[in-house]
T-cell receptor, first 111, second 115 residues
Framework: KQEVTQIPAALSVPEGENLVLNCSFTDSAIYNLQWFRQDPGKGLTSLLLIQSSQREQTSGRLNASLDKSSGRSTLYIAASQPGDSATYLCAVANSGYALNFGKGTSLLVTP | DAGVIQSPRHEVTEMGQEVTLRCKPISGHDYLFWYRQTMMRGLELLIYFNNNVPIDDSGMPEDRFSAKMPNASFSTLKIQPSEPRDSAVYFC?????????????FGAGSRLTVL
């Protein structure tokens, strides 16, 4: 069974810092990997999707990388803002249908 | 589109009672997923449907849980009888397969508390 781990569980940074969130998975035979954002009391919002054949995806200040051979992905957030404060979840699809989620990294960006 | 709509948003019930959670997926989406989120276990997939047909229910914890999708615009997740350990946030998500990938749109969730 695919196990997805996210480190750290929580992170606090001052506004303006660049930061990296980490995700690791045990089964490298993945279909794709997605990063989501979850605000308190809300559902999940998809941020980036990386297909298994891709190495990275970018959207604005966000950049996600994928290294299948080592079972790792990183989410890089440039010039962090207080509005980036949320929980970020990594999810892996092995069959292309259902996602296996990590427990998330809770990010706090302080003004 | 109003997105994925879940009801109720909050439910407080007593142990032993029946609970029904409802979901209206995005029109045109052919996949529907039910997830449960707890602090201890994170997000767990319970069941998913494709074109209203249950495909994988291996995540359904016990026979007390059942899910139906009678048509493309409605799904229910029922717990009978409910127990305190069922307390969690239950999410419904729908998707349309694009370029071989499912990009899920999540509802706001139904927070269930069983006393």
């Amino acid at each position: 069974k695919q196990e997805v781990t996210q480190i750290p569980a929580a992170l606090s940074v001052p506004e303006g810092e660049n930061l990296v969130l980490n995700c690791s998975f045990t089964d490298s035979a993945i279909y794709n990997l997605q990063w989501f954002r979850q605000d308190p009391g809300k559902g999940l919002t998809s941020l980036l999707l990386i297909q298994s054949s891709q190495r990275e995806q970018t959207s604005g200040r966000l950049n996600a990388s994928l290294d299948k051979s080592s079972g790792r992905s990183t989410l890089y957030i440039a010039a962090s803002q207080p509005g980036d404060s949320a929980t970020y979840l990594c999810a892996v699809a092995n069959s292309g249908y259902a996602l296996n989620f990590g427990k998330g990294t809770s990010l706090l960006v302080t003004p | 589109d109003a997105g994925v709509i879940q009801s109720p948003r909050h439910e407080v019930t007593e142990m032993g009672q029946e609970v029904t959670l409802r979901c209206k997926p995005i029109s045109g989406h052919d996949y529907l997923f039910w997830y449960r989120q707890t602090m201890m276990r994170g997000l767990e997939l319970l069941i998913y449907f494709n074109n209203n047909v249950p495909i994988d229910d291996s995540g359904m914890p016990e026979d007390r849980f059942s899910a139906k999708m009678p048509n493309a615009s409605f799904s229910t997740l029922k717990i009978q009888p409910s127990e305190p350990r069922d307390s969690a946030v239950y999410f419904c998500a729908s998707s349309l397969r694009v370029s071989g990938a499912n990009v899920l749109t999540f509802g706001a969730g139904s927070r269930l508390t069983v006393l």
